[in-house]
């Protein structure tokens, strides 16, 4: 089939250039619009049976002036104080987002709406105030920006002069953090093009040679990213710093297939064969490596498809279809574009001459390999032992405001809600108690609520604790609120008899996504459990809501879904390389090999930035992206060196294949490990710690791959897999 295409692209170049260019119009011309992409993200990144869906469900339900998947936080401030122009300004606003709140379904928290929270919503130094916006869609994504767009452009009309208005929040932080999303994906896709260029250029010394396969790849990039946008129609949407990710990689992997053609067909004309013969020998040659490696590649990222998470989930689709496109690019446009310049191709240089099979770097190394084997594998497993053993004991992060920029809005704002709020009234979550007992409606129920606000204020890190009997928590103390318990405000905040629930909101001193925080929640679901036991004779449930309730349950999706696609992918890749190579010893040292790799970059990642640069530690979600990634693309390399070694095994002992192969593959497969990793360190670029953590990551697994497990480690056992079959360099 490979011999066909090949022969296809050399007789009718410009059938397959018109082709691509108008499937890429086509699909770009029919595509959603991005507001029409807004509007189908989905509201949750979980399904809607995880616990904190159902959480969110049930205070919705029995608590739906307060309760909100997003809030977004209005911080207001005006020094020395608030003037009568400001207040008549925040009743101007207020009434703003009511109207609007009507046809959007926010939630509107204002001093001036709700009096009853005035005491919260207006800083005891009279300098500023809150507005709390709730929304029903998830912070991560455009949707959430547009609505926070909005609210934004309600707050800063007729805005006093003078004062100071800040948006933070989840609503804040998740418009921030998709406005910097953005950039990253503009900005990596500038930066990866232009640190191609400069490679290619130094790798083949022609012009043509690295700006035609650059094309190619940039035109199948913008056909994949179109087709990911029309089947985000379909549920398949993904996120600005996703799109970075896929850009990155397409590049990568597409630039890697096309060196891969172009290498073999130099290497042909080296060879005296006629242009023709040397196009199609370059296309049958490298298409079913080519195809191998697509293919582990694909069924790979498929796995993502098994987690739970929907960013994942919907990233290993997107991933499948982006890297088909470029494997289809690699085996016809880009071999079509070499025919269309024909034998300028490699201009300035000429390509017989190009290719010096002696390699100064690979000589040394096929040697060593050829005479110690053995000592080779022992060699390389100490050397990976250290950053192994760091990989395994990794402690990520889970802390989303690590990624926003300290420049940003909701930096600032929750700065300014510090300093006239506290550093806990910010990010308060919500505790509700569901039972039967609660539907009674006793004069006892203010008290034991109390109680049990006083049993959880003690746990470390709560700071203070809102409830049915401190519906000004536990700091405003009891003088004067009997009048405010005995008013209708209270069974909106804090009890719903008649379905009955129990609301309390507790501040803690810790950041909401931090570890920390995540422990004093554990604890205080314990606390309210022994509560339940002791109070309500064992008969009730527990509901968490907020932002720390939310990133655990992220956490134990996240921790299942490493468990369960690390197994399948591992499975997959390993049953398609033995299908490949029909060696299940071979099979298994290939995939056991990346395995190895995997950790070591991941230890090597975390020692870098946590251990030298100072970070807390790396991202909860480099471990998955970075397994898919290194198992799946890191098979090529294996592929690549495993199928020339066996070519050369038709005409040469194994030692001598062994040999021949490292040398002949070693500057290609060297460049291709150089273009991938400098693709993926591009991701840097993006200023955003996540994707920078990942490029890191990934650069270094990949160089790993390249430089290490490629021309030693699994040459190396091939070789001794094959003297222990009987086959040694006398034939024997």
Not at 228 to 249: H, R, T
Not at 402 to 416: C, D, E, M, N
Not at 555 to 571: E, I, K, P, S, Y
Not at 640 to 650: A, P, W, Y
Request: with cysteine; proline share 5%; hydrophobic share 50%.
């Amino acid at each position: 089939m490979f011999a066909w295409l090949g022969g296809n692209a050399w007789r009718s170049p410009w059938l397959w250039i018109a082709g691509w260019a108008a499937l890429a119009a086509t699909l770009h011309g029919i595509g959603p619009t991005p507001a029409q992409l807004a509007q189908i993200e989905p509201r949750s990144l979980m399904a809607d049976d995880e616990r904190y869906n159902q959480a969110l469900r049930v205070e919705r339900e029995s608590f739906p002036d307060v309760a909100s998947r997003t809030r977004t936080v209005l911080v207001f401030a005006h020094n020395p104080a608030l003037t009568t122009e400001d207040h008549a300004y925040l009743a101007r606003l207020t009434a703003r987002l009511a109207q609007e709140s009507a046809e959007r379904h926010w939630q509107v928290r204002s001093p001036i709406s709700q009096p009853f929270l005035r005491p919260r919503l207006l800083s005891s130094d009279g300098q500023a105030a809150m507005i709390i916006v709730g929304l029903d869609i998830n912070y991560v994504t455009d949707r959430c920006r547009r609505e926070v767009g909005l609210i934004e452009r309600l707050a800063r009309k007729d805005l006093p002069a003078g004062s100071q208005l800040e948006i933070t929040g989840e609503g804040g932080m998740g418009r921030d953090l998709s406005d910097a999303s953005d950039r990253a994906y503009r900005r990596t896709t500038w930066v990866t093009v232009g640190v191609l260029l400069v490679i290619l250029a130094l790798v083949y010394r022609s012009p043509l040679a690295a700006l035609l396969p650059l094309i190619a790849v940039g035109i199948s990039v913008f056909t994949a990213m179109a087709a990911l946008n029309l089947l985000a129609l379909s549920g398949w949407s993904i996120s600005g710093m996703e799109k970075s990710f896929v850009v990155v990689l397409l590049f990568g992997s597409g630039i890697d297939f096309s060196l891969f053609w172009m290498w073999r067909y130099r290497e042909a004309l080296s060879s005296t064969l006629p242009r023709r013969e040397a196009f199609v020998l370059a296309s049958a040659a490298t298409g079913p490596a080519v195809a191998a490696s697509a293919a582990t590649t694909v069924c790979g990222f498929l796995m993502l498809t098994f987690a739970e998470l929907l960013p994942s989930h919907n990233a290993g689709r997107a991933l499948s279809v982006a890297l088909l496109v470029a494997f289809a690019a690699a085996v016809t446009l880009v071999p079509a574009t070499a025919r269309l310049v024909g034998s300028a191709l490699f201009w300035p240089r000429k390509s017989e001459t190009v290719n010096d099979p002696q390699s100064r770097l690979w000589a040394p190394a096929a040697n060593l390999v050829g005479r110690r084997p053995g000592m080779v594998i022992v060699g390389v497993m100490l050397l990976l032992a250290v950053p192994v053993w760091g990989g395994l004991c990794v402690e990520y992060e889970y802390d989303a405001f690590g990624v926003i920029p300290q420049a940003s809005g909701t930096a600032r704002g929750r700065a300014l809600a510090e300093e006239h709020f506290g550093a806990s009234g910010l990010f308060g979550w919500t505790i509700l108690i569901e039972s039967a007992e609660l539907r009674k409606a006793t004069p006892a129920l203010a008290e034991s609520g109390r109680q049990l606000a006083d049993q959880l204020a003690v746990v470390p890190g709560i700071t203070d604790v809102w409830s049915l009997g401190n519906p000004l928590g536990r700091s405003a103390g009891l003088l004067g609120q009997t009048a405010s318990l005995a008013g209708p405000a209270i069974g909106k905040f804090y009890l719903n008899s008649e379905s009955g629930f129990m609301r309390l909101e507790l501040m803690m001193e810790h950041p909401p996504l931090s570890r920390e925080a995540m422990r004093c929640c554990e604890q205080i679901q314990a606390a309210a459990q022994s509560w339940i036991d002791a109070m309500l004779h064992g008969v009730g449930r527990i509901h968490a809501t907020g932002l720390t309730p939310y990133i655990m349950n992220i956490r134990t999706l996240a921790d299942a879904d490493q468990g369960r696609v690390m197994l399948f992918a591992t499975m997959t890749i390993a049953l398609l390389v033995f299908i490949w190579s029909r060696r299940i010893g071979l099979s298994l040292f290939m995939v056991s090999s990346t395995l190895l790799v995997y950790a070591a970059a991941l230890g090597m990642t975390d020692f870098f930035f946590a251990g030298i640069l100072g970070w807390p530690g790396i991202d909860w979600k480099v471990q998955l992206f970075l397994f898919v990634v290194l198992v799946a693309v890191g098979q090529d390399y294996n592929i690549f060196i495993v199928s020339r070694i066996r070519q050369e095994c038709l005409d040469h002992s194994p030692t001598t294949a062994v040999k021949n192969a490292i040398i002949h593959t070693g500057s290609v497969i060297s460049s291709c490990g150089l273009i991938m990793a400098a693709t993926l360190v591009s991701l840097a670029a993006t200023g955003l710690p996540l994707l920078q953590e990942l490029g890191f990551a990934f650069a270094t697994g990949i160089l790993l791959d390249t430089f290490v497990v490629r021309p030693l480690f699994v040459p190396a056992f091939f070789l001794l897999a094959e003297r222990a079959r009987g086959r040694t360099d006398s034939g024997t």
